[in-house]
């Protein structure tokens, strides 16, 4: 009997990156690739937080319009997600797939109403929701039992749209974008090896960065004029580390590391530019702001062990880590970066057929204020900040 009664144990993988570092969604797994002969899956998740702080003008909206309810409400909306994947093995060498999935993407709602001499009137509003899907497709070539080099192309489609309002957002009040969806195309390699009479198995693999040329519809303040241009956005580049190995006959530990390069992502639509030039003499710190951008690139990092409870039945835990991406607190960052806890398990209905499931618990990190750095709408504390990440899949040999 090999250790560990080698099960093939696929942990689930969870989009688990929300309001964590940038835009990261899905950690653009290649795992269903890698499992042995033709194989297919199917997986449903979703995210369910509550992310709130205060507003930071307290002193400006007590003195001005008497406000006393300072908290900005829940600043993460339920997302869902799906993944998909289909492996051939064409014959002992030669290896081909096509795996879907929403790398990348933001959805945020803010809607700043409190009580006032005004009444219950909208003070501060941020609708922005960036959206992304990938097509993956991949060739392997297996020189031996243990190895297997790929490579391949990702099709990407990215498009969203921004909308600000409010006196606190200065010069910005008012603005909006529509990012119309542009489709574009990256490439992918990576390595693997494993020693299947010990059940392990370590993969490393790194995507390009891809390059979008979106057509944007802008709506600037104060003018009131409409500016129509193709803005230059590129999601980054990557590296996914993954590992699993058997530590006894029934027993299984596995994790991955995932950077991103997200230090040199930006959005900078050129009629954001254009309300910019104009108080660039007494406000040089404006040149280098943009949209949407991040300071620091990011690291995760998850590990757990799987357990063999009976012959159909397997159980999970796991621990999942973020680094975030350093930039200072605001209703669009109020979180860097999070850790977490998360319990799965699988069934097999068949040798050919299971269906996995589980939940994780993220408890975030606050962002830290930074008064010397311009931001869209900072927040001076954050009250609530957790979330609950839930998933299903389906699997298939055949």
Same mark, same amino acid.
């Not at 990576?190 to 891809?210: C, D, K, M």
């Given at each position: 009997m090999k250790p560990a009664a080698y099960f093939a144990f696929t942990p689930l993988c969870l989009a688990l990156h929300t309001h964590a570092a940038a835009l990261e969604r899905s950690g653009q797994s290649i795992l269903p690739f890698l499992e042995p002969g033709n194989y297919t899956e199917f997986s449903y998740g979703a995210v369910e937080g509550n992310l709130s702080g205060e507003n930071s003008n307290k002193e400006q909206l007590s003195q001005a319009l008497k406000v006393t309810d300072f908290s900005t409400g829940n600043l993460i909306e339920d997302f869902f997600f799906v993944q998909g994947a289909v492996k051939w093995q064409l014959n002992p060498q030669i290896s081909a797939g096509l795996l879907f999935d929403q790398p990348y993407g933001i959805k945020l709602n803010y809607d700043y109403s409190p009580e006032s001499i005004l009444g219950h009137e909208q003070l501060e509003a941020i609708n922005i929701q960036l959206k992304s899907r990938n097509i993956t497709a991949l060739m392997g070539?297996?020189?031996? %039992?243990?190895?297997n080099i790929y490579s391949g192309l990702a099709y990407q489609s990215f498009a969203g749209h921004l909308n600000l309002f409010g006196q606190s957002f200065y010069v910005f009040n008012g603005y909006s974008v529509e990012l119309k969806s542009d489709d574009s195309v990256g490439w992918l390699?990576?390595?693997?090896?494993?020693?299947? %009479?010990?059940?392990?198995?370590?993969?490393?693999?790194?995507?390009? %960065?891809?390059n979008h040329k979106n057509q944007a519809e802008e709506s600037l303040p104060l003018s009131g004029s409409i500016v129509s241009d193709t803005t230059k956005i590129t999601t980054p580049q990557s590296v996914n580390l993954d590992f699993m190995s058997a530590v006894s006959m029934h027993n299984l530990i596995y994790g991955s590391v995932r950077w991103v390069d997200w230090s040199d992502f930006k959005i900078k639509p050129n009629g954001f530019n254009q309300i910019i030039q104009p108080y660039l003499a007494y406000l040089p710190a404006l040149a280098d702001f943009n949209l949407i951008d991040y300071q620091s690139d990011q690291w995760s990092a998850k590990i757990g062990i799987a357990q063999k409870l009976n012959e159909r039945t397997f159980a999970s835990l796991e621990t999942v880590w973020d680094s975030g991406s350093d930039n200072p607190a605001s209703t669009i960052n109020p979180a860097n970066g999070y850790h977490g806890l998360g319990t799965g398990f699988r069934y097999q209905f068949t040798p050919n057929n299971f269906f996995s499931g589980g939940i994780y618990y993220l408890r975030f990190r606050p962002s830290k204020a930074d008064n010397n750095t311009i931001t869209l709408n900072s927040i001076s504390t954050l009250d609530h900040k957790e979330a609950w990440a839930y998933g299903i899949k389906i699997g298939h040999y055949f």
């Open positions: 070539y297996q020189p031996t %039992e243990r190895w390699t990576g390595i693997s090896y494993q020693i299947p %009479e010990i059940a392990f198995r370590a993969n490393l693999i790194y995507r390009s %960065e891809i």
